[in-house]
């Protein structure tokens, strides 16, 4: 073959333009981010403000504070800190751990609809809680063990039926599975001997109210070390999202893929074991952030994101109907699964190739 | 059909006694190969003939079932992926290109395996990709969305993307299939120039046989998972090769551009319009 | 492989043109009988109290009582698993998917939520109030997933299909909880019912419900001709000449009979409806002319079998049916995954 070019040299180096070029392109889309991310934690900040403060009884910012240093306002204290800012603390860290959860999921297994609440994870971790609960009366962090070894469980049972490829498959098993886990939950109800309406709401559909505040340590103490692994981890991420083939071309291996949904999957299995399956906030979490990101892909926003779906919902639950105070799970179910079937109306479900 | 001496000493990359496969049957047979060093080489052959799986092989995507593949003399399969990603470039059939992302951050994914555990971006990486925009062309298109752009474009930015990485070895898997002839062609012009400005060395998956026997510097022809022939177009396109390799009736003549052998199906309709006088005269 | 395609053979000569190796047409209906007779006798004799044989036809015989209450809940589920059997292999006639299943796609979700809308809000208290609801709820969820599964270049692949019905299931089970929480009392009874159980009905509750499943069953076996023609593609099926569109309806109206009156005596119970006409289909082969009647036995057979085994499995509690045919279905369903997943 002839070429007619010049005879072999290193090319000339780039001129400045070019290479200003790609700065002035790379920096738009980091600092959308970092704007999102700012204006979720402002939107954070005050849901956490309005659950705290606001609803039946409004408590007024200098008496938070002095609640918070120890004070003893009566009527408000008590409610405060047992009811509301433990709720809210909750809210905020059950919707972090379900929503990056979730994100990791749908992105790694480039399938919006393979969310661990719809694929059976969420709920094998709560039918294994319950079943440790009610069944063997376990309390405190073993029951946070066997919430992590329920996820695991049904994450390794799903991948072994949908095989190597994964996409409809996956997500299928996973119905199946969680129909599965359900009929679990729904077994251990019928053999609880007193009729504890709070466990049933707890472990069926999620709920953040009556938690105590050790519990809710124990959850921040575990995200403590889960979130700044998720950190590292999902450096690869932007890699893995190109394809299974791409990935490993650019040095991203299964190994890497596999610890990134190990640690998707921890996150909701705390979450779960802390609050209960709360339906759909990983799943809603990581495509209204994306949504708000230009299309792509950011854990950070779907983690605030989830915390801004609890919060809210927790919120209407609590005060929505007069004298009924509904779990934060009905809430986010009810309004959740019609979003769900948008989605499927709406269009196709998967990731289309370049 | 072997490799000359010199291609063989230089070889960086190289199948030796390779089979593979995906399930109980092997595609690719004991197979021996030795990529020439800063050439551009094409694998060609029928559907199902075992190219694509070679080239997965070549590319670590697939574990031998017997035998290795080589790079640098160590088997690629030992060897750390990010350490292998640093050499070996990849661009495969169907990349998959998330939503929203714009070209320069696309083609910043290529510098991952130069990132070490904290790989923070620097102005090497930026210099990487700035060099990768500009070769192949898409600087213009830094800001688009990949989503957005047309097919011959997708292709310029996911080869800018493979450039991004650096290698010194570049595989691509039939980086030309879903392309009309005018990209085709300046895809591979693209190819050919990063061959000779940087003495990138070129493995490519081609359906096409004429455009392999134009752009290729060492051709290798498969046929049910074995070599049928090895060496420069002008050695390997020959009738009798074409026909075991494609079945085909054929004859072949000099391209009369780039002097390659150019292949002329014969079919059985070949001729549907009666020659004319000169034609008959030829 | 089951396949949901009979060949042309199949459809023309019903009775005889099956591949040899499947036993003969009245060798199987008296093998189904013998079982579904097994299964009920089975089910009077088993139990957390083992009752002797005399004892169910000397109604002088001290045990004589429990074999009463066995036979209610024996007939009722055999009444329920023919309804569920037949309702599944319907659906998967109907929308020519193999993983269809009242349960999965959110048609019992459907009848659950209007059955309680009518206790809460309604205040309504016996079964003959029930049905209509159910019914209701039935018919809106069918539609409802179908027309949702249906958008798209694609249309109702089993795969939206599932989806949809997934989907719905839950948003029903969060409104449902939500009405519950209203009213506590309902929600007590509401665990064990929600669960799917056929015992401690009563007689009573069953003879309201049996006209709607009797119409159900008719409409239902009239279908089949339909439902092997349409298994040829619509297309085909039009060009054959049947009238589709009303066919299919009253074919849509006999599941929602079936499933909704079935939801309503014994609570959602899924998994049924999927496994049944699987296994029916590879003894009696596809022609739904041999699979409708039988899937009712084997339904029949599989709920009260079902039922009887969670009675003894975790002595001394219960395990209820609707949680036995999960336990053996999801299985099936994870298989039925894993050989059809090219398809989908």
């Known amino acids: 073959m002839t070429v007619t070019i010049d005879p072999p040299v290193t090319a000339p180096p780039p001129t400045r333009d070019a290479a200003d070029v790609v700065r002035r392109a790379r920096r738009a889309p980091i600092r959308h981010h970092r704007r999102l991310v700012a204006g979720l934690v402002l939107v954070v900040l005050g849901a956490f403000a309005a659950r705290v403060l606001l609803g039946d009884y409004t408590v007024t910012i200098p008496d938070f504070v002095r609640i918070l240093g120890g004070e003893q306002i009566p009527g408000a ?163 893995t999202e190109l394809g299974d083939d791409t990935a490993r071309g650019l040095g991203v291996g299964r190994g890497r893929t596999d610890l990134l949904m190990l640690l998707g999957v921890l996150l909701v299995a705390v979450g779960v074991a802390a609050a ?21 892909t950011t854990l950070l926003a779907a983690g605030l994101v989830g915390a801004v779906i609890v919060l809210a919902g927790d919120y209407v639950g609590a005060y929505a109907f007069a004298d009924l105070n509904l779990p934060v799970g009905v ?24 | 059909m072997t490799a000359t001496a010199t291609d063989r000493t230089t070889a960086r990359l190289e199948a030796s006694a390779l089979t593979l496969g995906y399930t109980d049957t092997a595609v690719v047979r004991d197979l021996d190969l030795q990529v020439p060093h800063g050439k551009v080489t094409v694998i060609v052959g029928a559907n199902a003939c075992g190219k694509s799986t070679l080239l997965r092989g070549l590319a670590r995507l697939l574990r031998p079932r017997s035998g290795a593949v080589l790079l640098d003399g160590e088997a690629i399969h030992r060897l750390p992926t990010k350490q292998v990603a640093r050499t070996l470039g990849l661009l495969p059939q169907n990349p998959i290109a998330p939503e929203g992302v714009t070209v320069s951050d696309l083609v910043g994914r290529g510098r991952h395996p130069h990132h070490g555990a904290f790989g923070r971006w620097t102005s090497e990486d930026e210099q990487a990709v700035a060099e990768a925009l500009t070769l192949t062309d898409t600087i213009g298109l830094a ?92 050695e390997v396109v020959t009738e009798d090769v074409v026909r075991t390799v494609f079945g085909l009736d054929n004859r072949v003549i000099d391209d009369p551009v780039s002097h390659t052998p150019l292949v002329i199906p014969v079919g059985r309709h070949g001729c549907r319009q009666a020659p004319t006088a000169t034609q008959e005269n030829r | ?52 044989l005399e004892a169910v036809w000397d109604p002088s015989h001290p045990l004589h009582p429990i074999v009463q209450v066995r036979l209610e809940r024996t007939i009722l589920g055999f009444a329920v698993g023919a309804a569920l059997g037949l309702a599944g292999a319907l659906m998967q006639g109907l929308t020519r998917n193999p993983l269809a299943d009242p349960g999965i796609l959110g048609v019992n979700a459907g009848a659950t939520f209007a059955m309680v809308i009518g206790m809460t809000a309604l205040g309504l208290t016996s079964m003959g109030q029930f049905l209509p609801m159910a019914f209701l709820g039935a018919a809106a969820a069918a539609v409802l997933v179908h027309a949702i599964a249906s958008l798209g270049r694609d249309g109702a692949t089993p795969m939206k299909l599932a989806i949809t019905g997934a989907a719905l299931t839950a948003g029903l089970a969060s409104w449902t909880t939500g009405l519950l929480l209203a009213d506590r009392k309902t929600m007590e009874s509401f665990r064990f019912w929600q ?57 849509a ?65 219960e395990v209820q049916v609707g949680i036995m045919a999960a336990v053996v279905g999801v299985p099936v369903f994870l298989a039925l995954i894993r050989r059809t997943g090219r398809a989908l």
């Open chain 3, 195 to 251: 669960v799917g159980t056929i015992g401690g009905r009563g007689f009573e509750v069953l003879l309201t419900g049996l006209p709607f499943l009797v119409v159900g069953a008719l409409l239902a076996l009239t279908g089949a001709r339909l439902l092997n023609t349409l298994a040829l593609g619509d297309d085909l099926a039009r060009g054959l000449g049947r009238r589709t569109t009303r066919d299919r309806l009253v074919i």
């Open chain 1, 77 to 239: 204290t008590y409610i405060v800190m047992e009811s509301k800012l433990p709720r809210a603390v909750l809210a905020v860290l059950v919707g972090m751990a379900f929503g990056i959860g979730g994100a990791i999921f749908q992105t790694t297994l480039r399938n919006p609809l393979a969310s661990p609440d719809i694929v059976g994870v969420s709920l094998g971790a709560s039918a294994a809680a319950v079943s440790a609960v009610a069944l063997a009366g376990w309390t405190g962090w073993p029951v946070s063990l066997a919430a992590a070894a329920g996820a695991v469980g049904v994450a390794l049972l799903v991948r072994a039926v949908a095989g190597d490829h994964g996409g409809f498959r996956l997500v299928l098993a996973g119905i199946g599975l969680a129909a599965a886990m359900q009929s679990v939950i729904q077994y251990v109800f019928t053999r609880v001997d007193e009729w504890d309406v709070q466990l049933v709401l707890r472990w069926l559909t999620g709920s953040v109210n009556g938690v105590a505040w050790p519990t809710i340590g124990l959850l921040a103490a575990v995200l403590a070390v889960l979130l700044p692994a998720t950190a590292w981890a999902a450096r690869s991420l932007k890699v």
């Open chain 2, 143 to 234: 800001d688009r969305v990949v989503d957005e752009l047309s097919g011959g474009q997708r292709q310029r930015v996911w080869i800018a993307m493979a450039l991004a990485q650096g290698t010194d070895l570049l595989l691509l898997d039939e980086p030309t299939t879903y392309l009309d002839v005018a990209h085709q062609v300046e895809m591979l012009d693209l190819l050919a120039e990063l061959n000779v400005r940087r003495g990138t060395t070129i493995v490519m998956v081609l359906h096409d046989l004429n455009l392999s026997a134009r752009y290729a510097d060492h051709l290798v022809a498969l046929h049910t998972g074995r070599i049928v022939a090895e060496g420069t177009p002008r």
């Open chain 3, 1 to 52: 492989m089951t396949t949901l395609v009979p060949s042309r053979e199949d459809v023309t000569a019903p009775h005889g043109g099956g591949p040899a190796r499947r036993p003969a047409l009245p060798v199987s209906a008296a093998i189904a009988v013998a079982v579904l007779a097994g299964a009920g006798v089975l089910s009077l004799l088993v139990g957390a109290r083992a009752v002797p």
């Open chain 1, 331 to 354: 809430v986010t179910g009810a309004f959740g699964a019609p979003f769900l079937l948008w989605l499927l109306a709406r269009g196709p479900t998967g990731r289309r190739a370049a």
């Open chain 1, 276 to 296: 209960g399956p709360v339906a759909f906030v990983a799943f809603l979490s990581g495509p209204i952030a994306r949504a708000l990101n230009g299309g792509r």
């Open chain 3, 253 to 317: 109206l006999a599941i929602v009979l079936l499933a909704g009156t079935a939801t309503a005596l014994a609570g959602p119970i899924a998994f049924v409806g999927l496994v049944v006409p699987h296994v029916v289909r590879s003894l009696v082969g596809p022609d739904y002319a041999r699979v409708l009647p039988f899937s009712m036995l084997a339904g029949a057979a599989l709920v009260v079998v079902a039922d009887t085994v969670g009675r003894v499995v975790l002595p001394p509690s």
